[in-house]
């Protein structure tokens, strides 16, 4: 329901410039909200080929970890494991993004010393550190692109949101109140007009009378 509002001219003129501003806004939160969309598809295409990546690094890393258990041996292995630094810092930019903060993760580094003897681990063991290095960074790829998916996918939504509230409800209601407020001027004017014409007859009236002696006597 339209906000009940007086019918003067001044409110009928702040009414108009909040019809343009309600309009603007709309036009730009569509704008906005057609450039994160395109966005949102590209990002798609990114996050299916970032999941293509990562189920072939984790075939090539439980492959690799196969053959090392296989020819090394399985405490070959598990020392290199025990070995190795279990950590990993990921540094997280924040890119502005249409007006959105979008979290950007950067590919993780790792140290490229060997945490053990490479004579005692095995050319297999080895092979598998390497291959589950890319398997870490394949899944923080994974991680990284569909947080930025998520997060302009919510944010088409809230802007989605925000146009329909201004088109369905907002510049409805203030196209109302600009229709009751002109009609309720427009009936005032009518009813100005009314009574002038009548004074002005009425005016008219008395004077015709008070010519009427006049003539009368000449």
């Known amino acids: 329901m339209a906000e009940s509002v ?36 590209d990002l798609v295409k990114a996050s299916l080929e970032a999941r293509r990546a990562l189920q072939e690094a984790s075939r090539e890393a439980y492959f690799a970890l196969f053959l090392a258990n296989a020819w090394d041996g399985p405490e070959s292995v598990r020392s290199a494991a025990l070995a190795s630094p279990t950590g990993l810092d990921v540094d997280v930019e924040v890119e502005n993004l249409f007006g959105v903060k979008v979290p950007e993760v950067q590919p993780p580094t790792f140290d490229t010393t060997v945490p053990f003897s490479p004579i005692q681990a095995g050319a297999r063991t080895l092979d598998a550190s390497e291959e589950f290095r890319k398997l870490t960074e394949a899944i923080v790829r994974v991680a990284a692109t569909e947080t930025r998916l998520r997060r302009i996918g919510e944010e088409i939504n809230k ?35 009314t009574t002038l014409k009548k004074i002005k007859a009425k005016l008219e009236a008395k004077n015709e009378a008070s010519r009427a002696p006049q003539d009368a006597a000449a």
């Open 159 to 193: 802007t989605n949101r925000r146009v329909n509230a201004l088109e369905q409800l907002v510049i409805p209601g203030i196209r109302t109140q600009i229709k009751s407020i002109r009609s309720v001027l427009d009936q005032r004017a009518l009813e100005e007009v």
């Open 6 to 41: 007086a019918p003067t001219r001044s409110n009928l003129l702040a009414r108009r410039d909040q019809l343009k501003l309600a309009g603007r806004g709309a036009d730009l939160l569509k704008r906005k909200r057609d450039a994160l969309i395109s966005e949102f598809f």
